[in-house]
């Protein structure tokens, strides 16, 4: 297999211009993946376990622009043997077997799974020799599979990227950087224990809340009949298909118990105030916290900054909620935002 000059010995790492990656996993997510890479002109060879979807990506590498072609494997090795980077976009029940077939490759590996901490110890096990950066940008649909596949899914997204001091290659750290920056997205650092707790309650719990939800309507027709703009909102994510979230929040099952027992917590004040006399009355403080805190959200642009190529800085920067707009190769620094707390969208 191809060695990458991202991985250890990385200091060579330069300027990423164009890439040779290969994609494992053709769903949602990774079809996007390759498709956006290669419309951004970087060589992709796909590989998905599912012959059908392995033969429909292929049939739509072949109709793709010229400037976007790209292609399929029928092997796993076949799609990795000349990578220069290796991304994973397999659920995690599904990782190990996968990287057990990567066994000896020793370049740049990175991965789009919604949980960080377990993929991390999965790569150290299997690949002690390559370079890892976890990945995970915050897009999806409720739908799934290559068809909902869409290269613009990733434009103005947060992609959080995991700099675990001391461990993760910051030469591989930056080539992701600057290949998603590049599709549009906002890097954002973070160490995989920060990811998963905070993934756990903006993004895993509200699964849950809306398979509940969703479970509650579903035995009254009348109730469903009515379901307007809020039952739409609050459930949407519910049809996601249920492996997938129940990997997706199983896989963090660490982080996701405190999370929900943090929403029942508050569940429970709400129902007690219910109860009293004056349930219009107590309901209102309780309830005023969150109209501020969503009135807040999501964040702005704030103040443009110039971060050095260091972690602690990186770090520092994620755990404000800012982000990455850009690498300057030349003055070896990084375009970033700080952001604003109030307003519309980034």
Request: glycine content about 10%; hydrophobic content about 50%.
């Amino acid at each position: 297999m191809h060695p990458c000059p991202y991985g250890p010995p990385a200091a060579r790492c330069g300027r990423v211009t164009r890439v040779d990656v290969a994609v494992i996993g053709l769903g949602l997510i990774g079809g996007s993946l390759a498709q956006a890479l290669a419309t951004a002109g970087h060589r992709i060879i796909g590989f998905d376990a599912d012959p059908a979807t392995r033969g429909t990506a292929r049939t739509a590498a072949a109709q793709a622009a010229p400037q976007a072609r790209w292609q399929v494997a029928g092997r796993l090795r076949d799609a990795v043997a000349h990578a220069e980077l290796v991304a994973l976009a397999v659920p995690l029940p599904a990782l190990s077997p996968v990287l057990t077939e990567l066994a000896g490759y020793e370049g740049l590996v990175t991965d789009v799974t919604s949980v960080k901490g377990p993929v991390r110890d999965l790569v150290r096990q299997h690949l002690p020799a390559a370079a890892y950066v976890g990945g995970h940008p915050m897009a999806g649909k409720e739908t799934s599979g290559f068809a909902a596949a869409d290269p613009g899914l990733f434009t103005g997204c947060a992609w959080v990227l995991c700099l675990e001091p001391g461990e993760t290659a910051l030469p591989g750290w930056l080539a992701m950087a600057r290949l998603v920056t590049a599709l549009g997205a906002r890097a954002v650092p973070a160490t995989a224990a920060e990811h998963d707790r905070a993934v756990a309650a903006a993004s895993h719990v509200p699964h849950l809340l809306a398979a509940a939800l969703t479970t509650a309507v579903a035995g009254d027709p009348l109730a469903a009949a009515l379901a307007a703009g809020s039952f739409r909102d609050g459930t949407r994510v519910a049809a996601t298909r249920p492996e997938l979230i129940a990997a997706m929040c199983g896989g963090n099952a660490a982080a996701v118990g405190p999370a929900l027992d943090g929403v029942l917590k508050t569940l429970g004040e709400l129902r007690a105030a219910l109860d009293g006399p004056d349930p219009v009355a107590a309901l209102r403080p309780l309830l005023a916290p969150a109209s501020l805190a969503r009135a807040a959200w999501p964040v702005v642009a704030g103040t443009v900054v110039e971060v050095p190529w260091h972690a602690d800085a990186l770090l520092e920067l994620g755990r404000a909620g800012g982000w990455v707009t850009g690498v300057d190769d030349e003055r070896r620094v990084l375009r970033a935002v700080r952001p604003e707390t109030v307003g519309g969208r980034p």
